[in-house]
T-cell receptor
Framework: RKEVEQDPGPFNVPEGATVAFNCTYS??????FFWYRQDCRKEPKLLMS???SGNEDGRFTAQLNRASQYISLLIRDSKLSDSATYLC??????????FGAGTTVTVRA | DAGVIQSPRHEVTEMGQEVTLRCKPI?????LFWYRQTMMRGLELLIY????????DSGMPEDRFSAKMPNASFSTLKIQPSEPRDSAVYFC????????????FGEGSRLTVL
C-alpha cells in the first residue's frame, strides 16, 4: 500500500468554480501534513501546511481528519492560474516527507 | 535571494555513460535532499544530508548511484554507468533546521538516457 494516495484527476473546472479533492495516508504516526503545488515541468513548491483544526489561505482551505487519515484541499473561486498538480505530502519523521502522486486540476476560461 | 541551484537543467546521454548532477543549496540550510520524479513512481527520496553528512541513503536504487556533499554549498549525484531506466527528473531540495518545515526545490535536472 502506498504511504500517500491521491485521486490523480484530472479535475476540469470552469473559472469561478469550487473544486475539492482528498488524499489518504497510511501511517497513523505521521507528524505533519502539507499541500505542495507543481506546475507543468516545474519544481514543487509549498502551497500550505495543514493543521489539525483546518486552515485557510485566501481561496484555499485545507482540512485534516486524523481518525480517518485523510487530508483535503478546497479551492474556491478558481482562477486560470490555479491549474497545476497538487501534491499531498505527509511528514513521517524528522526528515522524511512522503509525496502523493498528485491531483491534476485544470481551470478553463 | 538565490534559491536552490541545479545543473545541468537537461542532460541527454547514452547508456553506460557517467552522469553527474550538481546542486547548490540555499545558504544557511542544514539539510539537503535528492529526489527523483517519474510518471510511474512520482517523487522518491534518494538520499539526504544533514550538515554535509549523509544520513539516509536507503532510497538510492543501487550501487550505480552515489552522492556526495563535500561542503555546505555543494552536492553531487552521480550515476555510473547510466541506464535507460534512470531517465527521470532529479530534484535537489534544501531546508533550514529551524522554523517552518518547508522544502525548497531546485528547478530539477531532466535526465534522458538513450
Amino acid at each position: 500500500r502506498k504511504e500517500v494516495e491521491q485521486d490523480p484527476g484530472p479535475f476540469n473546472v470552469p473559472e469561478g468554480a469550487t473544486v475539492a479533492f482528498n488524499c489518504t495516508y497510511s501511517n497513523s504516526a505521521s507528524q505533519s501534513f502539507f499541500w505542495y503545488r507543481q506546475d507543468c515541468r516545474k519544481e514543487p513548491k509549498l502551497l500550505m501546511s495543514v493543521y489539525s483544526s483546518g486552515n485557510e489561505d485566501g481561496r484555499f482551505t485545507a482540512q485534516l481528519n486524523r481518525a480517518s487519515q485523510y487530508i483535503s484541499l478546497l479551492i474556491r473561486d478558481s482562477k486560470l492560474s490555479d491549474s497545476a498538480t497538487y501534491l499531498c505530502v505527509v511528514r513521517l519523521n524528522d526528515y522524511k516527507l512522503s509525496f502523493g502522486a498528485g491531483t491534476t486540476v485544470t481551470v478553463r476560461a | 535571494d538565490a534559491g536552490v541551484i541545479q545543473s545541468p537543467r537537461h542532460e541527454v546521454t547514452e547508456m553506460g555513460q557517467e552522469v553527474t548532477l550538481r546542486c547548490k543549496p540555499i545558504s544557511g540550510h542544514d539539510y539537503l535532499f535528492w529526489y527523483r520524479q517519474t510518471m510511474m513512481r512520482g517523487l522518491e527520496l534518494l538520499i539526504y544530508f544533514n550538515n554535509n553528512v549523509p544520513i539516509d541513503d536507503s532510497g538510492m536504487p543501487e550501487d550505480r548511484f552515489s552522492a556526495k556533499m563535500p561542503n555546505a554549498s555543494f552536492s553531487t549525484l552521480k550515476i555510473q554507468p547510466s541506464e535507460p531506466r534512470d531517465s527521470a527528473v532529479y530534484f535537489c531540495a534544501s531546508r533550514s533546521g529551524t522554523g517552518v518545515w518547508e522544502l525548497f526545490f531546485g528547478e530539477g535536472s531532466r535526465l534522458t538516457v538513450l
